[in-house]
Every structure is written in C-alpha cells, then in structure tokens.
C-alpha cells in the first residue's frame, strides 16, 4: 500500500513545529515577562521575548550591526514652567544599589515636581545596619542640583525645623504616575506639608509603556532618569582605571572587554535554581565561547573576591579578573573595605555601563537599568545568554530585546 504524500507533508510539518516549541521554550527561560519583585537581590525573568517587530540590533544577514553615535536626549527644561514657590518637602533615601537609586531619584523628582514641593538631597542606605553614606560620598552634589535647576527645588540638607514628626512615610511604587500622585500621595502633603518616600519595585520592567505619558512628565521622568547622577571624582577616577586597563588589555590582542554581571551570592538564592533567570560561570564561559570571543578577551565579573568555582571561566578566558584583581593598589583599603559593599556595587554598575560588551548572567533590575544607560551611550552590545546557542553562533541572535526591539524605556528619552 502506497504512502499518501500528503502523511509526509504533515508528519514534517508536525515535527518542525515540535522543533520550534522547543526552541521557544528554551527561549523564554531566559527571556520571559518579567515578574515580580518586593526587595533587592530578587532575581527574575528576563524581558518578554516574544514580540515580532523588526530587529534593530542585526542586518538583514543576521549579523552584528555596529553601533551608534552616543544618542540626543529627547528630553527638553524649555517646555517646563519655571517651578512655583515652595510648598513643602519631599525627602526620601537611596537603598538597595545604584540599579535602584536611578529609579528612586526619578521616583521622588517627579513627585517634589508635581507637588511643587522642595526635595531634600538624600542619603545612602546599605542592606546593613548601620551601613550609611552621605549622597556626596557616591554622587557628585553640584551635578546633582545644577541638573534640577528650573525643574525643581533642591536643597542639600534637610532643613532643622523639618522633624520626623513633620513627615509622612508614604511606600509608592516604581514608575509612580500622575494619577498616583494625585489619589494617594497629594491628599496627604496637603494635610502634613511633607512627605517621605520610600519606593517599592512592584516589577522591574524598564520597558516602554504603551500609554504615552505627556510630555513634561516624560521629560521630567527623562532627566531625572538619565541626567541627573554622575560619580564624585575619586569614585570616577577608579572606574574610569578599570575600564581603561581591561579595554587595554582588550585591544593589546584585537578583541573585546565584556563585563558580567555574575554574582555567586545571587546564584546560590533559591530563585536561581531549576530555572534560567541567572547563569553560572561554566554556562557564560560556554555561551562567550560558542559565540567566537577571543581567548584574550578581557573580562570583568561583578564577583567581588576570587572563588575557586570561577576557575572554569579563567580556563577558557584566562583575563578574566573580579575587583579584587584589577582595582589599583592604593585605592583597595577603601573600596574593597568589610564596610564598603556600596561602593563596590556603583562600581560594578558604572564598569558594567561602559564596557564593550555587557551579559547579564542575573536578571533583574541591574541589567535593566545598566542597559538604559548603555542604549543612552550608544554602548548596544548587549548579549543574553542561552542554551541553545552553539559553536558558531551569531552574536546578533543574542542581543537584549531592550536593544533588539527597542523596547526599552531609554528609547522614549533619547533620539
């Protein structure tokens, strides 16, 4: 009995659409909506994965495009009306690391702005008791102010008459809007003529929203976001010998400086384990090799001390360094200090910013973030790991999606 052509047709068919089901799912490991988070160090999903429009990041022959020129903010101070006369003040903390103070100073500009209040410059707050900075030690003040000039007013100490009897603590979530403000946040300034804020990460999706904000609140939201925090000097100066050490060592051999977001604390927290929401070290060296980089790569890994489970990234990358390994002497004592975990994390996130390459071997709000002010730099090379990549693999099949589809919310700010 003969084989009716059209069992062939659909028995292929069949198998083919099994091959691709696998392979999504393979993908959305890695790349799927990204769920919720309530305190730092969460690891979650990456960035929804499954969207169909054209890919930016790749030509037409799947292969790397180069990128751009350091982008134009979209943001504009000349479509703002110069800030009214103070009505009270906002005060608020920086908690948690500089993925999150990014996010908290746009949070609290964009209410002081709305409420026409004061903001009062805030201080940093580590995961430890105890563990307290003032914002000068971190951030440079007079950038700060200056860059808020016209927009709203700051001062750098909160005032002597302004007690905590004076404040309302008020918990408002990341992103916070308009009509937040307006329903449960101004009701209860106008009764206490101050209030402080402490903001909470219902997600950390940095992407795009699909409702269009108006323009003085995106360009508020913008230049808080993306204007307003620059290093003080001496934290600048050793970022900047770390970039350049590992981009020389980088070029000494033709290739590439990637830096890794890959931190075994977060590797061993229970929301890594059974899923693919972070990578371990064998896994990126894997993935960087598949993808053809260059044994004399050098690479960065957020890791702050050597541990032996590292060693099988060092044997395929041999310049593979973690702070400890190419920070300058002199600047070890206070940097790489028992007390000095803030430090070493805006250290990771301004090395991780201006690499050539950025993996993001942990999901979460350090990757989003770093990834807005690598798309604001023109700094696109951003690769996300995965298991199916294989020998040969093209780099432009990895690119974020934040890159690859624009969808990141970088792209409403900068032209």
């Avoid at 402080?196 to 269009?212: G, I």
Wanted: aromatic share 10%; net charge negative; proline share 4%.
């Amino acid at each position: 009995m003969g084989i009716d052509p059209r069992q062939i047709v659909a028995g292929v068919l069949t198998v083919t659409m099994f091959v691709m089901l696998g392979d999504m799912i393979k993908r959305q490991h890695f790349d799927s909506p990204i769920s919720h988070v309530n305190h730092a160090g969460s690891t979650q999903s990456f960035e929804d994965n499954t969207d169909s429009e054209k890919n930016f990041a790749v030509n037409s022959d799947g292969s790397w495009k180069e990128e751009g020129a350091v982008l134009r903010s979209c943001w504009s101070k000349s479509i703002l009306e110069e800030p009214e006369e103070s009505k009270g003040f906002v005060t608020f903390s920086l908690t948690n690391g500089p993925e999150y103070h990014v996010s908290q100073i746009t949070d609290a500009v964009v209410v002081a702005r709305y409420l026409k209040a004061t903001l009062v410059i805030p201080d940093i707050r580590g995961s430890q008791p105890g563990d307290w900075r003032n914002f000068g030690d971190i951030y440079d003040i007079e950038k700060f102010v200056s860059s808020l000039d016209g927009v709203v007013k700051v001062v750098k100490t909160q005032p002597a008459e302004l007690s905590t009897k004076d404040l309302a603590v008020l918990r408002i979530p990341n992103r916070v809007t308009e009509d937040y403000i307006a329903n449960n946040i101004e009701p209860v300034f106008k009764t206490k003529g101050n209030v402080r804020l402490a903001t909470y990460f219902p997600s950390v999706n940095m992407k795009k929203t699909r409702v269009p904000e108006n323009e003085e609140r995106n360009s508020v939201g913008c230049l808080a976001m993306f204007g307003t925090l620059e290093l003080q000097q001496e934290v600048r100066e050793v970022v900047d010998s770390i970039v350049d050490r590992l981009k020389t060592l980088s070029r000494n051999s033709d290739s590439e400086f990637v830096a890794v977001d890959l931190r075994l604390d977060m590797l061993e927290q229970k929301g890594c384990q059974g899923s693919k929401k972070c990578y371990g070290p064998e896994e990126i060296a894997g993935f960087l090799k598949k993808l053809g980089f260059d044994k004399n790569s050098a690479v960065y890994l957020t890791q702050s001390r050597w541990d032996s489970t590292l060693d099988s990234l060092k044997e395929l990358f041999p310049k593979t360094y973690t702070k400890e390994g190419i920070m300058p002497m002199d600047k070890k004592q206070k940097f790489l200090g028992s007390d000095s975990s803030e430090y070493e994390k805006v250290i990771d996130f301004y090395v991780c910013s201006e690499s050539d390459v950025f993996v993001p071997a942990i999901s979460g709000l350090f990757y989003a973030n770093v990834a807005g002010k690598r798309i604001g730099a023109g700094k696109t090379k951003i690769l996300v790991p995965d298991d199916s990549a294989s020998a040969g693999s093209n780099m432009g099949n990895y690119i974020s999606r934040y890159v690859a589809k624009k969808t990141h919310m970088a792209y409403s700010c900068f032209c």
